[in-house]
Antibody, heavy 120, light 107 residues
Framework: EVQLVESGGGLVQPGRSLKLSCAAS????????MAWVRQAPKKGLEWVAT????????YYRDSVKGRFTISRDNAKSTLYLQMDSLRSEDTATYYC?????????????WGQGVMVTVSS | DVQMTQSPSNLAASPGESVSINCKAS??????LAWYQQKPGKANKLLIY???TLQSGTPSRFSGSGSGTDFTLTIRNLEPEDFGLYYC?????????FGSGTKLEIK
């Protein structure tokens, strides 16, 4: 059974950093590209970043470029999102997601999400 | 970025009825549209991709149609477990973009 379990969320002050993790199981993690998608409170879904199966390519939405870094450790089957210079508008539930059929999107498996609150 | 406009925002229906949710792209996305269901306490569920391809496990009462800029999700013979939030997402180009969501409630 495919499982994606996020961790590392919490309350953080504006300008500070936070690192999210996503532990994957039930599939060969190193075969799949992976992504982070977020959802601000009472708002819709928003793609954040994607990393290729081997970590050689990364893609970001414009609003997080230069502040967020997506990475992975295939030996640990874990996906990461390093979030620096956090802003109030980054407040959201962050989901780890696996794209379907070895592609980049859409996403056939999602984690339950982890909440990140950026506030002083 | 491709803007996705979803309608209606809210929809109320009774079990056994049929409903349709629409999604319009700001430019042609060929057939590359996905539909998701979101429910509290559950992982988001991919229902349909490439416009009309049912994801494994999606009941046949769900169907997707459309191409270019206009797409529709139809749910026939609504079951109680179908109530929740629905999102469309274009997967034709990067960045992938989502619609604003449709809340399907029990009448």
């Amino acid at each position: 059974e495919v499982q994606l379990v996020e961790s590392g969320g919490g309350l953080v002050q504006p300008g500070r950093s936070l690192k999210l993790s996503c532990a994957a199981s039930g599939f060969t993690f190193s075969d799949y590209n992976m992504a982070w998608v977020r959802q601000a409170p009472k708002k819709g879904l928003e793609w954040v970043a994607t990393i290729s199966y081997d970590g050689s390519s990364t893609y970001y939405r414009d609003s997080v470029k230069g502040r967020f870094t997506i990475s992975r450790d295939n030996a640990k089957s874990t996906l990461y999102l390093q979030m620096d210079s956090l802003r109030s508008e980054d407040t959201a539930t962050y989901y780890c997601a696996r794209p379907i059929n070895y592609g980049y999107t859409p996403f056939d498996y999602w984690g339950q999400g982890v909440m990140v609150t950026v506030s002083s | 970025d491709v803007q996705m406009t979803q309608s209606p925002s809210n929809l109320a229906a009774s079990p056994g009825e049929s409903v349709s949710i629409n999604c319009k792209a700001s430019k042609s996305i060929s057939k590359y549209l996905a539909w998701y269901q979101q429910k509290p306490g559950k992982a988001n569920k991919l229902l349909i991709y490439s416009g009309s391809t049912l994801q494994s496990g999606t009941p046949s009462r769900f169907s997707g149609s459309g191409s270019g800029t206009d797409f529709t999700l139809t749910i026939r013979n609504l079951e109680p477990e179908d109530f929740g939030l629905y999102y469309c997402q274009q997967h034709n180009e990067y960045p992938p973009t989502f619609g604003s969501g449709t809340k399907l409630e029990i009448k």
